[in-house]
């Protein structure tokens, strides 16, 4: 019998208390037309009031302090202020890096002043005696001349613009594609980091003066995002140029450093290129990596490359094996050793927002649902999302103790990070639920009540305070503010979302924000069609254009789909077997919500039973800080916002039922050497044909070997409830058990093995135990009569031991 834990009375109670609002909004929730054009106009004014203060009191500077309205860029006088430098090199950054973004905006003045004073200054711009991060420069000021060229010349060029875009055609018929060329300069500043003896690149150039200008000391630490990311930015500019020392490279470097990878198929996080050795052995999908599998995806999208997919395809399902952490509502992914997959921390951190978003874009829409879960939870107790969270709190000593905020806070700064509203983006197009929308607009009335300062927009220094920061980082309005702004575009009206205008393009936004494609029929210089290969083509890399793709560098065998009947004979030659995981890539995952919700004015979020699972799973870490309202009655709850919760349930007949927490216990072990995970086979069976009296069910899993597997066990103990919401009774447990074997009064059930989740009712089977002699020296192992498998004496509900 199932049984439920029911909130609906104290809900309701909640509602009815939870009146005030957090930011003043006329149209509460109701995201009709006019509330959306609202929204969209309140992010307008938002960005409007930072671009204008940013005109007036810091330009031509790198970017401008919010709060006491001063220029703001590189520290002259501190080389050694990496912090500060690598992202400001003394060359209108915030200018660069949102070209697309006054275009998006619709900024026509503002985009003619910008694009006249680049122009009147590009043979000078970059010569700058400034050290910067390439990685940086890449993503925001490369990038930014990459996109904008891009929408000046294929958008226009080939589209009949709507009316409402003729200031835009008349911009764009007087560029002549100097943004190119400004990219190509900036370009051949910095690929000189990528000219080096190992091929490892180096993470920081002088502008003007190059690599020996740049201290060693300020070498030493790289990270992987830096080292692997730029690729994308640089094989676009070949692509664009003819110029394939870019593509060639970086593509150099980038698989190099991959075929470096672990036996897990984990990559470090940073490494020392002087030295050319790795510099940690631990693993995760934030901060000094996350960027690379954001990249492996899109490239392979960008440049149909079925090679960088199956980089992506590899990290993912070996993030699954040894980082994913979770039950059916929620999923986090903690940092793990490369070498031993063991957890390495007990915190996530804000970078790693962005990863439903890359979620959705790989088509993998249940995993983003429960993962973006937990990043809202902690944004509704902190109005923002911490450097790093803490998730779970070891201490056994001190089990009463009543936990604070500051102890799930281990790095305290929000600069306005665009990750969260990034992935509530790319899920609102996935689902069409309004819930994100109505995330959207908390967000921007916290940006427009809060962190709104005279010159700009203000982050915190120290959450746990409410410390500001008198910093506005150039990604702050041409990301946090351009997602929202798209977000609340939901008719489709701004041409990034226009289909007859970017139809066929395969476009994506780059890491930061950047619209980017590849139009194979673009010309390379200007749309006027004056090619100039002499601009471009460099002597010194005439060996390098036979062969411009780089297939020549990946050592890679792309798998073939597997589909092989197990051995036995032809008495089961109706079951075959193939990769569980290989499913989860041949299409994108269908909105799981899309036949639950029956009208507009309705979210499936309130039809979903693990929407408050994640307040279970880390109660002791959700926590607000001191300088909040302590209680969730003030309206700063998103998924209980009083307007929105009558609103999108006004249609529904539902008591708001969730189900009981589990009671059990939950292990991570390691079954033979974890080293041999990657190799060991497990797979899902499945049905040739149709059978009545097969003992293998379609959907149960195929385990030839108990060695190199990492296996979560749910231990079932008499009084317990599980996870699946049943109580565990005596009776069930020794039903499970025979007369022969030695049985302690509890079992075992598999709830994952080697990243497979395993269902309710899914069987796992594997081979006689005298084929897997290492498992049995190091357990206690038996066979029950119904060929139950028991270990130290309990046995496990769902692995039985195939006979043929």
């Not at 690598?86 to 006054?102: C, K, M, Y």
């Not at 205008?501 to 390379?524: V, Y």
């Not at 009084?719 to 030695?742: A, C, V």
Request: aromatic share 14%; charged share 25%.
């Amino acid at each position: 019998m199932l049984f439920y834990y029911i909130q609906h009375v104290s809900l309701v109670v909640f509602l009815i208390l939870s009146t005030a609002v957090h930011g003043y909004s006329p149209y509460n929730s109701s995201f009709t037309p006019e509330h959306l054009r609202y929204l969209q106009n309140e992010t307008r004014s938002l960005f409007t009031h930072s671009w204008r203060s940013y005109i007036k009191y810091a330009f031509p500077y790198d970017e401008i302090t919010p709060i006491s309205c001063q220029p703001y860029g590189p520290d002259l006088d501190d080389i050694d202020n990496t912090v500060r430098n690598d992202a400001r090199g003394n060359i209108s950054s915030i200018v660069l890096d949102n070209i697309d973004t006054l275009i998006i905006f619709e900024q026509w003045d503002d985009l003619e002043e910008m694009l006249e004073f680049l122009e009147t200054n590009k043979d000078d711009f970059f010569n700058q005696d400034t050290i910067v991060q390439v990685f940086e420069t890449s993503i925001r000021h490369l990038g930014g001349l990459l996109s904008g060229h891009l929408l000046l010349t294929d958008i226009t060029n080939h589209v009949n613009l709507p009316e409402k875009y003729t200031r835009f055609k008349k911009i764009a018929d007087k560029y002549n594609g100097f943004l190119l060329e400004m990219a190509y300069e900036l370009g051949l500043r910095l690929i000189p980091s990528y000219k080096t003896s190992s091929n490892v690149p180096m993470p920081r150039i002088n502008l003007k003066y190059g690599l020996t200008s740049v201290p060693a000391r300020l070498q030493r630490d790289a990270c992987t995002s830096g080292a692997m990311t730029p690729v994308l930015e640089f094989t676009l500019l070949s692509k664009l140029t003819g110029d394939y020392q870019f593509e060639y490279l970086t593509q150099l470097s980038f698989w190099k450093l991959w075929s470096s990878k672990s036996e897990l198929n984990l990559l470090p996080m940073t490494l020392n290129p002087i030295s050319k050795q790795w510099k940690d052995s631990i693993s995760g999908i934030g901060a000094n990596i996350d960027s690379f599998y954001e990249y492996a995806a899109k490239s392979s999208i960008l440049f149909n490359d079925d090679y960088m997919w199956s980089v992506f395809k590899t990290s993912y399902k070996a993030l699954l094996t040894h980082s994913a952490q979770g039950g059916k509502g929620t999923m986090i992914f903690p940092n793990v050793g490369v070498y031993d997959g063991v957890i390495f921390s007990d915190w996530i951190d804000s970078l790693g927002a962005f990863w439903p978003g890359l979620q959705v874009l790989a088509g993998q829409l249940h995993d983003a649902i429960k993962t973006h879960i937990v990043y809202l939870k902690i944004w509704d107790f902190y109005d923002s999302i911490p450097e790093r969270w803490v998730y779970s709190h070891h201490n056994k000593k001190k089990s009463k103790k009543k936990f604070k905020a500051e102890d799930s806070i281990n790095l305290e700064w929000y600069p306005l990070r665009p990750e969260f509203i990034e992935s509530t983006y790319y899920l609102y197009r996935a689902t069409k639920d309004p819930m994100y929308l109505q995330i959207g607009e908390r967000v921007l009335n916290l940006l427009r009540d809060r962190y709104k300062t005279p010159c700009g927009l203000s982050g915190l220094q120290d959450v746990r305070t409410g410390e500001r920061q008198d910093t506005m980082e150039s990604f702050v309005v041409g990301e946090t503010l351009k997602y929202l702004y798209l977000l609340f575009d939901t008719k489709d009206e701004i041409f990034l979302h226009d289909n007859n205008i970017m139809q066929h393009k395969n476009w994506i936004f780059s890491t930061e924000a950047h619209p980017l494609w590849l139009n194979k029929d673009l010309d390379i210089l200007s749309k006027k069609g004056k090619v100039n290969q002499n601009l471009y083509g460099q002597n010194d890399t005439k060996d390098l254009l036979e062969k411009p793709n780089s297939s020549f560098m990946r050592n890679i065998t792309l798998p073939e789909p597997n589909f092989i009947n197990i051995e036995g004979g032809d008495e089961i030659s109706h079951i075959a077997k193939r990769d569980p995981f290989g499913a989860r890539f041949e299409a994108c995952e269908i909105n799981p919500w899309s036949k639950s919700a029956s009208s507009f004015l309705e979210s499936s979020y309130y039809k979903w039973p693990y929407l408050f699972n994640a307040d279970f799973a880390f109660e002791k870490s959700l926590r607000k800080p001191r300088y909040l309202n302590q209680t969730n009655l003030d309206g700063s709850y998103v998924e209980l916002t009083k307007d929105f919760y009558t609103k999108f349930t006004m249609f529904t007949e539902f008591e708001f039922k969730c189900p009981r927490v589990a009671t059990t216990s939950i292990y991570e072990v390691f079954w033979g050497d974890i080293k041999k995970s990657q190799t060991s086979e497990v797979s899902e069976i499945f049905h040739t044909k149709k059978v009545n009296d097969s003992i293998m069910a379609s959907g149960d899993l195929w385990v030839p070997e108990l060695d190199g597997l990492r296996v979560v066990l749910e231990e079932l103990v008499p009084g317990k409830t599980d996870t699946f919401n049943i109580d565990i009774t005596e009776e069930y447990l020794m039903s499970l058990q025979d007369s022969e074997t030695t049985i302690v009064n509890s079992g075992l059930r598999i709830k994952k093995i080697n990243g497979v989740a395993i269902d309710e009712d899914v069987i796992v089977w594997t081979y006689p135990f005298e084929q897997v002699k290492d498992v049995k020296e190091q357990a206690t192992i038996e066979i029950t009569k119904d060929a139950r498998v028991v270990v130290q004496g309990k046995v496990i509900e769902n692995l039985l031991v195939w006979y043929g």
